[in-house]
């Protein structure tokens, strides 16, 4: 069973940046930490589940939603079975608890329906 465990999450002003970790373990032999693609996912309270960024496996393509570009960046250090996702320029609507999750496929998407695997998520709060 794969286990994902973020870490990171914390309280920051506006403006400020947090760096969030997202570790796997529990992967297969058959099956190594390069072959998922994984995404970051948050949740406010009263608010449904949006996709924030999406690294995939293979050659790593990265991808953002809208409202995060040029601020967050996700990175991968597959020797490590990390996920990163470092936030810039934190604003108060960024707040929310961050989930990373994982999908054993190729594809590349903002969809939190596809993935198979989730973390408990990190809160990540922003002061005004």
């Known amino acids: 069973e794969v286990q994902l465990v973020e870490s990171g999450g914390g309280l920051v002003q506006t403006g400020g940046s947090l760096r969030l970790s997202c570790a796997a373990s529990?992967?297969?032999?058959?099956?190594?930490?390069?072959?998922?693609?994984i995404g970051w996912f948050r949740q406010a309270p009263g608010k449904e589940r949006e996709g924030v960024s999406y690294?995939?496996?293979?050659?790593?393509?990265?991808y953002y939603a809208d409202s995060v570009k040029g601020r967050f960046t996700i990175s991968r250090d597959n020797a490590k079975n990390t996920v990163y996702l470092q936030m810039n320029l934190l604003q108060p609507e960024d707040t929310a608890v961050y989930y990373c999750?994982?999908?054993?496929?190729?594809?590349?998407?903002?969809?939190?329906?596809?993935?198979?695997?989730w973390g408990k998520g990190t809160l990540v709060t922003v002061s005004a």
């Open positions: 999750a994982a999908v054993n496929s190729p594809i590349a998407t903002l969809r939190p329906d596809v993935m198979d695997y």
């Open positions: 529990g992967i297969t032999f058959d099956v190594t930490f390069g072959d998922y693609g």
């Open positions: 690294i995939s496996s293979g050659h790593a393509r990265t």
